[in-house]
């Protein structure tokens, strides 16, 4: 659908008031999108106000409510919490109160409000919003405004983030804040997790989800739990019994230790409190293994916001500030969230009812509706778990094994969450009735017949280890056809599924034209992207860029942090990514950068002297500090060494430099939450896919396909996971710089430099539609999203 660019500039805030408060429980990405939302709105020419401690702020008025300039958010975007504070406010809820909110806001021309919070403040928003004219009515008739003032003012905006670590809130993929409680909990289970190894224990952790599953199902499926307790997924009646069974089970495979998660809201089908204590006792008493219980408690809230929670509101933010800026008074107050990578609008009330739906769904046992209602994310996270976590007992196999071998490999530079890509192709493979094999060392491996049969037990553990455990190398399979044909031959080898960069891709492309040849290669391939340079054509996302992201924001906090205590002082940071810009533009944007040099966007000496006189007139100001991100390969003759002395020979007197090659540190580490997670799901289902297509292809005793559509790449395109034949893909490769010639990233390229004070064009064309909450089809959820 072609469609002309729309581009904000004609949308001013000339005039306007935005008012930004947050408020109910923090989570951390708060600040990121108060600062968006600050410095989007000035952008625009608005005045934009800090509403501190929430609803009682506004309540309160007079120094609660305070305008704020472009220096008052500098350096919170890598905090957590809310630096503007929030409150639990009784008064807001009488009219009284919201009579004395409508009055402090009226006083200083506040007709636009962010809200970031849960259900409870936004529900407390739109009230606000309902009754406005009349608070405005009856200010008057008290003689406190005067009749202009109720017509100036006469309507109030409302745009709504959700902003809650439980992402208990229906309508948004992910809330602010539960990637980094993920973060927290991933970070405790892995350091439970050796201890418990030593000793031969089991831990029973309990983490936050008074109403909602969604942490400790996630963080279960990241860590691989032997059991996990939630509110909208009871266990069936003796579920003690079988839970000690599967304990014992475990111990009796020689493993050291058994992690369970409970979430604090965990009830079993008669909705009756399942406690960690009540947990602890069990295990104790039934099998007399040695137990501890961990509570998680406000640990999780805590502690800095992730790459992806800090991008999350700082998109989310500024398309509040859009939405408060196209608001009429027909329009519903909304809600601005995240579906796969698309910013959507929602109406905030649909959101409301729909999250009470879930909770009176539970209330009255109707638990798969409750399961339902949740959304496709988290039906996938629970079918996933439940696929990966128990291993079926032989009986309960597919009746007649399918014979099928089916060989994992791992191709080109490490990637963390390829293990537990690994092990979800594995379980479920095995699931599926197939004998899995392992090649270890990618294609060249292969060539010299490193293979083995590999179990359900020998991938435990697997998804908290970064790099490749199977070993990876980028040799492509050319030069060894005849011999990996030989191997596939010997070991009877009916698909390959094959986790994998840039290599993986030209990989399969070789390996498909090759099927002239050899008949080995007639077989269903399927390729998982994984890569931290996230350039694989085919996918938005791929397996280790969100670790690798993590890592850069980190380091930046860092040097950010030594620039602020010397004063007057520039970094230049080079990412890795081969030509791609991912990391380096995302980077950017998750550290609060001044800029970021991209082969994509080519930029010359004119733009390097720009961003120089940039940073001059940033010194002048209070945050005296720069950073600067550079792809390795933007362009080779600006290095990193050449803009390094440029700036240092421009900035002199003013500011000095110094630079930072992060080099392979970002292609270590244990993998993010979301990398463990997107290998586990993506893996699976390419899993599912394969075994559908030996099905389909097995004629005549033996497996023949070589059909374009039996060699597909799984990729998250927009809201959705496609399997797209890598064929088609080639069309859509830049195969000189191995990136895809339309790379999504790039629109949120105008979102940083807005962020750091430059003058741009933003593309709003995907923005600005209300949509309607969809309710998904049970059908849809094995179709769907991540």
């Known amino acids: 659908m072609d469609h002309q660019p729309k581009f904000f500039e004609n949308l001013s805030g000339t005039g306007k008031a935005i008012g930004v408060l947050t408020s109910g429980g923090d989570a951390q990405g708060m600040n990121a999108a108060v600062r968006a939302v600050v410095r989007m709105g000035i952008y625009v020419k608005a005045k934009v106000y800090f509403v501190y401690e929430g609803y009682q702020g506004m309540v309160d008025g007079g120094d609660n409510i305070v305008e704020v300039s472009w220096e008052s958010v500098s350096s919170i975007l890598q905090v957590g919490g809310t630096v503007i504070g929030s409150a639990r406010c009784k008064s807001f809820r009488t009219r009284e109160g919201r009579l004395q909110a409508a009055f402090n806001l009226v006083q200083r021309g506040i007709t636009n409000l962010c809200v970031i919070g849960g259900d409870g403040s936004l529900t407390g928003a739109n009230l606000f919003r ?59 289970v892995d350091a439970i997790m050796t201890t418990a190894q030593s000793h031969q224990r089991t831990f029973v952790l309990e983490v936050m989800g008074r109403h909602c599953g969604y942490l400790a199902l996630v963080s279960a499926l990241a860590c691989g739990a032997d059991w996990v307790f939630i509110p909208e997924y009871p266990p069936e009646e003796g579920w003690e019994d079988s839970m000690c069974v599967k304990l014992s089970e475990n111990r009796a495979r020689k493993k050291r230790l058994n992690i369970i998660i409970v979430a604090e809201g965990a009830i079993d089908c008669h909705n009756k409190p399942i406690t960690s204590e009540k947990v602890k006792d069990l295990v104790v008493q039934r099998l007399g293994f040695d137990t501890r219980v961990t509570i998680l408690g406000h640990v999780q809230r805590g502690g800095t916001p992730s790459a992806f929670d800090r991008i999350l509101a700082s998109r989310m933010g500024v398309e509040a500030v859009l939405a408060l800026l ?99 192709a594995v379980r479920v493979g095995i699931t599926e009735g197939h004998k899995m094999f392992a090649v270890i060392d990618g294609f060249e491996g292969f060539a010299r017949g490193k293979i083995k049969e590999i179990s359900w037990g020998d991938v435990g553990g697997w998804t908290g280890q970064g790099g490749s455990i199977l070993g990876t190398k980028r040799t492509l399979p050319a030069k060894y056809l005849e011999k990996i044909a030989d191997q596939m031959r010997t070991n009877n080898i009916n698909a390959l599924m094959v986790i994998g960069g840039f290599e993986a891709y030209l990989g399969l492309l070789e390996l498909s034209a090759a099927r002239e040849k050899y008949d080995e290669f007639c077989v269903p391939m399927v390729m998982v992207p994984a890569t931290v340079s996230n350039n694989v054509p085919g996918s938005d996302f791929s397996i280790g860029a969100d670790t690798a992201l993590n890592t850069i924001t980190d380091t930046c906090d860092r040097i950010k942090q030594s620039a602020s205590g010397t004063k007057r002082r520039v970094f230049i940071i080079e990412t890795m990514g081969g030509y791609c810009g991912y990391l380096a533009n995302m980077g950017a944007l998750a550290a609060g950068a001044d800029a970021a040099y991209i082969f994509e966007e080519q930029f010359d000496i004119r733009e390097l002297q720009a961003n120089v006189e940039h940073l001059t007139e940033k010194m002048k100001t209070s945050i005296q500090r720069g950073l600067v991100l550079r792809n390795e390969n933007c362009n080779e003759n600006y290095t990193t060494d050449f803009i390094y002395q440029l700036y240092s020979e421009e900035g002199k007197g003013v500011f000095d430099c110094r630079k930072n090659v992060l080099g392979h540190m970002q292609q270590g580490g244990a993998p993010s939450p979301f990398d463990r997670n997107f290998g586990t799901k993506i893996s699976a289902k390419a899993m599912q896919w394969i075994s559908k297509k030996l099905k389909e292809t097995y004629r005549k005793g033996k497996v023949f396909a070589n059909t374009d559509d039996s060699v597909c790449l799984l990729g998250m395109r927009r809201r959705n996971l496609v399997f797209q034949p890598v064929a088609e893909l080639k069309t859509e490769t830049d195969f000189v710089h191995r990136i895809p010639k339309e790379q999504w990233w790039l629109k949120l390229r105008p979102l940083m430099k807005i962020l750091a004070k430059y003058k741009t064009s933003y593309d709003v064309s995907d923005s600005g539609q209300l949509e309607h909450v969809a309710m998904h089809s049970p059908k849809e959820a094995e179709t769907g999203a991540i």
């Open 326 to 424: 196209e608001a009429t008074p027909a329009t519903p107050a909304c809600v601005v969230s995240l579906s796969g990578n698309q910013a959507v609008r929602l109406p905030l009330m649909e959101c409301v009812q729909m999250t009470q739906e879930v909770q009176k769904a539970m209330d009255e046992g109707r638990f798969v509706e409750a399961v339902r209602l949740r959304g496709r994310s988290f039906e996938n996270n629970l079918n996933t778990y439940k696929l990966l976590s128990h291993k079926k007992p032989d009986a309960e196999l597919p009746k007649v094994r399918t014979n099928f071998n089916v060989a994992v490999l791992n191709v080109g530079a490490p990637a963390a969450g390829m293990n537990a890509a690994v092990r979800a």
């Open 130 to 188: 309902e009754e406005w004219s009349g608070l405005l009515e009856e200010l008057a008739q008290k003689g406190k405004i005067d009749e202009d003032a109720v017509k100036k003012y006469a309507y109030l905006n409302i745009v709504g983030m959700v902003g809650s670590i439980d992402n208990d809130f229906c309508g948004t993929d992910m809330t602010i804040g539960t990637d980094s409680a993920l973060h927290r909990i991933i970070e405790v």
